[in-house]
């Protein structure tokens, strides 16, 4: 979750559905401007006790914030006077609720732009971080603590959260304060173009899960899940947690993409709205119900509504991009084959046909049941028509097609499909990244804590 902050030009009232519709349009970009944000969260501790990095002291977060600011000329943002991420050059790295470190990206033209910036961000990072003797690791739950260990940093809008989620369930707290993840933005060029793209990623979204599950360890030992993250996620807060329904719909397209999932969007109550710099709570209210007769003297605004669309959990998020959300944190190179993955499946009018040409017998109730299921078998599930495995071949096979149409239509020739050998030498082994990593604990690690984190660590 990116830091909120106030844009004057949508301080506009917000008084009809149409308004809101409006602003997916508006959002339409043209094929010779997409771009590509990737969004990465790491888990940090302490390399000598394992132990949670706090907010506050002198090996603390805001000390590694601090040192960012002054020796490399990041700019500070603040959430009601504290520092809590920073800005450069179209970048941020904000604070996730339990100190989680997110980098969200620039929108870049390649991937091997995305790869560099991730490199140079994890040195800069790694370069302060060894100083605070502090580690990030690249799983998708906090191995080793407690959900009450962890802790909480200092932003108005997790505070609201936290109140608000731990009253709900019991998974919101862990999904805010022990969860990371990766996820990848991508433009659309009309109605037609998002809707088609927002269905082969919620359809493919169990496929991206298991190739990506990274997150077996809980408190120190196994878990019983390859993704026990995507668990959490499932069962946090099923009011904004959602593969949307709706569009797998026959008539999910032209005319009906952008509405629909405004009108969803419209009955998730909301967390908080942002006046003066300060969240308030929005105490469950839905925003339909806001902008209708408003709330303790506060009308609606376009402002609330973009800040109501960050705060709605699908597993694919429709905002001015399409932006693919599902995956646990995983280490190093791996990173960078997440937008691969998306981008040669998604950019490429052929391979976007024939990914959802191989998944549209797929409906709501199948892809449903398939993400529960690759939580805790990761690639060893099986999908309606055929093993998990053979699908995620196929559509890593598409994917790799459609970055060399990619690379063709480039005048540089740029081969982006390099960033999806992570991938392939996931679907040759056969098994999820969790599975290699369960079979090192009970075998040659022996159940050395230490291995764990040297083979994680950024």
């Not at 909120?4 to 970009?29: H, I, K, S």
């Amino acid at each position: 979750m990116s830091l909120t902050r106030e844009d004057p030009r949508l301080a506009r009232p917000a008084e009809d559905v149409e308004q809101l519709v409006e602003y997916f349009r508006e959002g339409e970009t043209p094929r010779a401007d997409w771009r590509v944000g990737t969004e990465h969260e790491k888990l940090g501790l302490y390399a000598k006790t394992l132990r949670p990095v706090p907010y506050e002291g002198e090996n603390g977060i805001r000390a590694l914030l601090s040192a960012i600011e002054t020796r490399h000329g990041w700019k500070p943002l603040t959430d009601a006077g504290l520092l809590v991420g920073l800005e450069r050059d179209g970048r941020t790295i904000t604070l996730e609720p339990g100190g989680q470190l997110e980098l969200s990206g620039a929108p870049l033209a390649t991937v091997h732009e995305t790869a560099r910036e991730f490199r140079e961000h994890i040195a800069l990072v790694n370069e302060v971080s060894a100083e605070l003797d502090i580690v990030w690791l690249g799983l998708g739950l906090h191995p080793f603590a407690r959900v009450e260990e962890l802790p909480r940093m200092p932003r108005e809008r997790h505070q609201i959260m936290r109140e608000y989620l731990g009253k709900r369930d019991t998974h919101g707290l862990h999904m805010m304060h022990a969860t990371a993840g990766v996820q990848a933005n991508f433009d659309f060029a009309s109605e037609a173009d998002a809707a088609r793209k927002l269905r082969l990623a919620l359809a493919a979204s169990p496929v991206s899960t298991a190739l990506f599950a990274n997150s077996p360890f809980s408190e120190g030992k196994p878990n019983g899940f390859q993704s026990m993250r995507a668990e959490i996620w499932r069962h946090t807060d099923t009011d904004r947690w959602s593969l949307l329904p709706f569009a797998f719909d026959r008539d999910f397209g032209e005319g009906t993409a952008y509405r629909a999932y405004t009108e969803w969007a419209l009955d998730v109550p909301m967390f908080l709205i942002v006046r003066d710099g300060h969240s308030l709570p929005a105490r469950g209210l839905t925003f339909r119900e806001f902008m209708a007769r408003g709330f303790e003297g506060q009308r609606a605004t376009l402002a609330d509504w973009v800040v109501h669309l960050t705060t709605v959990f699908p597993e694919v998020r429709l905002k001015r991009v399409v932006e693919t959300r599902g995956v646990d944190a995983v280490p190093g190179p791996q990173v960078s084959a997440l937008p691969a993955f998306w981008k040669g499946l998604l950019y490429d009018d052929d391979a976007l046909a024939a990914g959802l040409d191989r998944l549209r017998r797929w409906s709501f109730a199948d892809v449903d049941a398939l993400h529960a299921s690759v939580a805790r078998e990761g690639l060893r599930a099986k999908a309606p028509d055929a093993p998990l495995l053979e699908v995620a071949r196929e559509l890593l096979a598409i994917s790799r097609r459609g970055l060399a149409r990619s690379a063709a239509r480039n005048e540089l020739g740029e081969d982006e499909s390099v960033h999806l050998e992570p991938l392939a030498r996931v679907v040759e082994r056969g098994t999820s990244p969790a599975a290699q990593l369960l079979e090192a604990w009970s075998g040659p690690w022996k159940q050395d804590v230490s291995r764990l984190v040297e083979a994680v660590k950024y």
